[in-house]
Every structure is written in structure tokens, then in C-alpha cells.
């Protein structure tokens, strides 16, 4: 074999690797791009004198996913929300869409509705479109939330109904971000 054949051979053999790379890598960024990307986080609405937190799971993603269990370090009970129902036990075994989000009730600014803790973890587990199993943890902090503010007010000259609905709206599109 010559060094001409030997240097052929092996700009061959050089191209071949580095078209498999390319392959798998454009393989794992497709797969990537069209997996569910669920997260936790914790929504403040201010309506008139009173704060509200929420709890939202929702999947920015590309591509649906089925939530197997919701779980918190923490039991969520105040003394103002007592549930009749764990809200996260709601979120077993469920589809969750692409965009689509999930809320609950977590605290008030009234001292009855406050957590016995101000910083907690959510565990999402779920299985993505490949069915792999998959487990988040999500810190969250609800002093942080508290101090992040949406206002909602409404207008002062408002009936009961007009004045419901536009609470409604304002929280509605608050919501939508």
C-alpha cells in the first residue's frame, strides 16, 4: 500500500466518523426538540386586598406527556384550606397537552391560609413520548412568589357582575404567561 492509498484510506475512514457524529448528535437534537419539558412553579394574583399562590405544573414542550404522581416534601394543609381531596393526588396517571397547565389553591396572604413552611420541593414524575420514565424536582420558594406582584384591580364604579368579570379577565391573561 502506498502513502497516497494510506492518506485516501484515511481521510475516508476521518470522513465516515465524523458523518456518524453528525448523524447521532442532529438524532439527539431532533429528540430533544419533540420531548415534554414539564415544570413547577408557583403564580401570585393580587385581587383587591388579598393575595393568592398557586401552584402550576405546565408543559412547555413540544410533545404531550402522562404524569404518573405529583409529590411534595411537605404536607400542603393550612388551617384556612383543608382539602378533601390531596389536590396533587389529582394529578396521577393524567395527559398533560403540549402548553397545557394545571393549577391549585395553595395559600392566601391570610394568616389562616399560610404553609407551616415557606420553602418546599415538587417531585413531577412522568413518562415522555418515548415512554422513558422520567423525575423532576422543583425548589420553590413561596416568600419569593409573595413578593412578585400582578395587580389586579378593578374599576371602582363597577357593579358586582362587571367588577367579578373583569377579576376574572385580568387573572385569566396574568395566567396565560
Known sequence: ??????????TSIIAVIISLVSLLYTNKIQRDSKKPYIVAYLNKFKVSN???????????GKTGATI?????????KTKGLEY????????E??????????YSGLTTSDEDDKLNENQFTITIEYLDNYNRKQ??????NVTSAELLDHVSVAPTNSTG????????ASEYFAGRH
Not at 68 to 76: E, F, M, P, Y
Not at 84 to 91: E, F
Not at 93 to 102: D, E, G, K, L, V
Request: hydrophobic share 50%.
Open 93 to 102: 396517571n393524567i395527559f398533560i397537552a403540549p402548553n397545557q397547565s394545571f
Open 68 to 76: 404518573l404522581s405529583v409529590k411534595s416534601n411537605i404536607d400542603l
Open 50 to 60: 388579598m393575595d393568592l399562590i398557586f401552584l402550576v405544573i405546565k408543559n412547555f
Open 135 to 140: 423525575s423532576k424536582d422543583f425548589p420553590l
Open 84 to 91: 378533601k381531596n390531596n389536590p396533587l393526588s389529582n394529578l
Open 161 to 168: 357582575v362587571e367588577r367579578a368579570l373583569y377579576l376574572i
Open 1 to 10: 500500500m502506498t502513502l497516497k492509498e494510506i492518506i485516501q484510506l484515511s
